[in-house]
């Protein structure tokens, strides 16, 4: 089954302390993303990659690493985490045309909801 | 600088009747467009793709038109029933990139 598996789900952690939240696709996608989602504000994008070891910022970077090592995984990484970064997170991946390039439907994961306290 | 409006943020129709949810966008060319229903804590669902050559994509009950002079599309859902209950999202090809809009909450009561 096509799909884009994100983990954990649910996190609960302290000011400072580092994590990660992986996500993987099993649909040989190039393009992968990050997003986080709060009240009002609708989906921001963190980073994306278009492909292997290349990554860009998307909207709202900061606070946030990601990277690209392989193709089907694209980690989100939070360094030292703060209150204002509590959120609903999605990451996604997506083919493109291959004659424009442009991004075809998204494929999204099922969500992390992180709380910093 | 650039811009995608939806709408309202909330609409409410009856059953049985055609929801008509609108995105609007400024200061982009997108060659196509994307509609996406989202359930309250779950990733965005892909519905519809259009491209800026078609006026107009059907599937099943939706139907999404573009017309790229007034830079808006419209996404209907005919025969609407609660389980259409949702948020819908458009979402815009920018650069080899993808940027949606804040989306609209649609009701469908009984």
């Known amino acids: 089954e096509a799909q884009v598996t994100q983990n954990p789900r649910y996190l609960i952690t302290v000011t400072g302390k580092k994590l990660t939240v992986t996500c993987s696709q099993n649909?040989?996608?190039?393009?992968m993303s990050w997003y986080r989602q709060d009240p009002g504000l609708g989906l921001r994008q963190i980073y994306y990659?278009?492909?292997?070891?290349?990554?860009d910022k998307g909207d709202v970077p900061e606070g946030y690493k990601v990277s690209r090592k392989e193709k089907r995984n694209f980690p989100l990484i939070l360094e030292s985490p703060s209150p204002n970064q509590t959120s609903l997170y999605f990451c996604?991946?997506?083919?493109?045309?291959?004659?424009?390039?442009?991004?075809?439907?998204?494929?999204f994961g099922q969500g992390t909801r992180l709380t910093v306290v | 600088s650039q811009k995608i409006e939806q709408n309202s943020e909330a609409l409410n129709i009856q059953e049985g009747k055609t929801a008509t949810l609108t995105c609007n966008y400024t200061?982009?060319?997108?060659?196509?467009l994307q509609w996406y229903r989202q359930d309250p804590g779950r990733g965005p669902v892909f519905l519809l793709l259009?491209?800026?050559?078609?006026k107009e994509k059907r599937k099943e009950r939706l139907k999404v038109t573009f017309d790229t002079t007034l830079k808006q599309s419209l996404f209907h859902i005919t025969a609407s029933q609660p389980a259409d209950s949702a948020t819908y999202l458009c979402?815009?090809?920018?650069?080899?990139?993808?940027?949606f809009g804040p989306g609209t909450r649609l009701s469908v009561l009984p």
């Open positions: 200061n982009y060319s997108p060659a196509y």
């Open positions: 259009i491209r800026e050559n078609e």
């Open positions: 996604a991946s997506s083919l493109s045309s291959r004659r424009s390039h442009v991004r075809l439907e998204a494929f």
């Open positions: 990659s278009m492909n292997v070891e290349v990554t």
């Open positions: 979402a815009l090809n920018y650069g080899q990139n993808f940027v």
């Open positions: 649909m040989n996608h190039e393009y």
